[in-house]
């Protein structure tokens, strides 16, 4: 046998091998969906009709498909289990502190909130306090009522008068939301009796937040915030946010042509011993949203911030009728 014929042989080999491999996962793929899509049709049956959970868990149906899926199911749970690792893993934004988050209007910063207020929700359990209406009502699945997971407070509800006038409840609730913080603590003014009342319970809350509610989402326009608080925080971000074609959504779900939020672009920025941020970011990474329906999310918000001061209409103005000369 020459040396081009047992290359050849090898080839053939190896091209059996891959031709069979191709068919066995096509097959596997096949069959996957199929138990899937059997489980999912008669959980839903079942879900309809009955307790879902004890109805299911104690079915000789399920079970038995479960005993037939062997040992396919083994690559099932793992898949799930590196899912789930994946979409819950940490972000900087999960550690205990004050999180300053800037930006210019339009750069993401509210909608980067909700993001993160969602996720805590799903993963958590719990809602996040918000004091600017960036979340849209839901209709309930009998059409009866309206709802919304994060409610509404007013930062004196909490802070004025150089007191905590009551404390955030973390039994119930994941983070607390400062939308727009730079009309609310404007540091031009930190040295007027007014910002004080409202500053000094704040930032006496805020250094021991990781004892109460753990963590404060602090956003403003402005490149930097009070010194102090710029001090204590946790982090210093600025998000870019990433918007555009959702594929799966047109495909899977709604069938609509439309742009969404896809997640977020953030750059960190580390203090000196000032307190103030670095010019540049010390590193930058994506967040892809994998938690937040963006359709609830209101970025018209801030909109009727001022609805209770009057709007100007000259009276001045002269109709006339343009003569040729």
């Known amino acids: 046998m020459t040396i081009e014929m047992y290359i050849q042989k090898v080839n053939d080999v190896v091209t059996a091998i891959n031709d069979f491999y191709g068919k066995f996962i096509v097959f596997y793929r096949k069959i996957a969906l199929a138990i899937m899509k059997l489980v999912k049709s008669y959980r839903s049956f079942i879900y309809l009709r009955y307790d879902a959970y004890n109805r299911l868990k104690k079915n000789p149906v399920y079970k038995a498909l479960r005993l037939m899926s062997f040992p396919w199911h083994y690559f099932f749970i793992w898949g799930w289990r590196i899912y789930l690792k994946q979409k819950n893993k940490k972000l900087i934004y999960d550690d ?3 999180h300053i988050i800037i930006g210019p209007p339009g750069s993401g910063k509210s909608s980067l909130m909700y993001m993160l207020i969602e996720r805590l929700r799903i993963i958590e359990g719990k809602p996040s306090y ?3 209406a960036i979340e849209k009502p839901r209709m309930s699945e009998d059409n009866e009522y309206k709802y919304k997971y994060h409610p509404l407070y007013k930062f004196s509800d909490f802070f004025r008068d150089r007191k905590t006038i009551m404390e955030p ?3 119930l609730f994941a983070s607390m939301c400062v939308d727009e913080g730079h009309r609310l603590l404007n540091y031009r003014e930190n040295g007027t009796t007014d910002y ?3 500053f000094v319970p704040f930032m006496d809350y ?3 937040v990781r004892h109460k509610i753990k963590r404060i989402y602090f956003s403003t326009q402005m ?3 009070d010194t102090q608080l710029m001090n204590t925080s946790q982090t210093i971000t600025a998000p870019r946010v990433d918007i555009g074609f959702k594929y799966d959504e047109w495909l899977f779900e709604s069938g609509l042509f439309r742009f969404n939020i896809l997640g977020f672009h953030i750059d960190v920025y ?3 011993i000032n307190g103030e941020k670095t010019s540049k970011p010390i590193r930058s990474f994506y967040i ?6 963006f359709d609830y999310f209101d970025t018209y918000a801030m909109k009727d911030s001022n609805i209770h001061i009057p709007k100007h209409y000259p009276t001045n103005m002269v109709k006339g009728r343009l003569v040729q000369s």
């Open 96 to 98: 205990p502190g004050v």
């Open 130 to 132: 918000i004091n600017s």
């Open 169 to 171: 409840n973390e039994l």
């Open 196 to 198: 004080n009342d409202r």
């Open 206 to 208: 805020a250094v021991q």
């Open 223 to 225: 490149g930097k915030a």
């Open 270 to 272: 580390d203090k000196d």
């Open 288 to 293: 892809k949203n994998e938690w937040a329906d």
